[in-house]
């Protein structure tokens, strides 16, 4: 029974979602139910294209990506895929209507992986939309289940949240970005000597960011409201200890918040919640 095979491919979904990051499954794990297997089936299309042209060195990239993009539109267009990872996703964009302009903006920043080492502010911008604002369009599709007008309303607080992620992303793996993958996302920054100024000015847009998602997240569906929140919050606290660092320290460790932080932050955000707090 085809049943049997959605089933399996959600699942295929789930499962690399929590093998790859704690943070996302635990906040997904908040939403209500109804909406967390498409989240889940999003991430891990995502996750896969990441993987390709971050870790895949040993194999032709470009082609791997190229078959993988091609193998999403034809899974979407004919509404199956042997590959659960694709079949799940395209269940989620055909049952939501996700705009398929979202994928394509998200497969041109993958692209841009392949042979991009610098950013000047237009590739910038251009990158992190397509690389994160648009997965959190794509998710926001999922949150307002076709309400057109909520989903407009809420748009631009979306993408100034995937922005926020994206560029915690970017402080907390330089390390590994710079030193490994020959890459800088930010533009004007030379990470051979990079300043107190510079991460400060950094910081600063990141701070402005995260200020308007917040915004967007106490509007949210109750659906969804305390799993983004709860997401909101993991990134704040990954922010806060980077801000506390010296530039020095990012370019030399990989910063990570242990697992009994991710708790207590779960567990206020939880009380702020129960006392309409957000």
């Not at 959600?10 to 929590?18: G, L, N, P, V, W």
Request: hydrophobic share 40%; net charge neutral.
């Amino acid at each position: 029974m085809i049943g049997i095979f959605h089933t399996v491919s959600h699942e295929c979904s789930r499962i690399t979602t929590q093998r790859y990051s704690t943070s996302f499954s635990s906040a997904i794990r908040l939403l209500h139910s109804d909406i967390q297997g498409p989240i889940y089936d999003i991430y891990g299309l995502v996750r896969f294209a990441d993987e390709i042209v971050d870790t895949f060195h040993r194999f032709d990239k470009i082609s791997l990506l190229a078959n993988f993009k091609k193998e999403t539109y034809e899974a979407i267009a004919q509404g199956i895929s042997l590959n659960p990872i694709l079949h799940s996703f395209q269940i989620t964009v055909n049952r939501y209507n996700i705009d398929l302009a979202l994928v394509d903006a998200f497969f041109k920043s993958m692209e841009f992986d392949l042979d991009r080492s610098n950013y000047d502010q237009q590739g910038y911008a251009e990158y992190i939309y397509g690389s994160a604002e648009v997965v959190g369009l794509m998710c926001l599709f999922v949150f307002c289940d076709g309400d057109r007008q909520q989903y407009e309303k809420l748009k631009p607080h979306a993408q100034s949240l995937g922005s926020a992620f994206q560029k915690v992303n970017f402080l907390r793996d330089v390390k590994a970005d710079y030193q490994q993958l020959n890459r800088v996302y930010f533009p004007g920054v030379d990470f051979n000597a990079f300043t107190p100024e510079m991460k400060e000015a950094i910081e600063s847009d990141i701070e402005q960011d995260f200020r308007h998602a917040y915004m967007g997240i106490i509007q949210l569906p109750l659906k969804a409201r305390f799993g983004v929140y709860l997401a909101y919050k993991y990134y704040m606290s990954l922010f806060k200890k980077i801000k506390a660092l010296q530039p020095q320290r990012i370019l030399e460790e990989r910063i990570r918040i242990p697992n009994y932080h991710k708790a207590w932050v779960a567990a206020k955000a939880v009380v702020r919640t129960q006392f309409n707090m957000l």
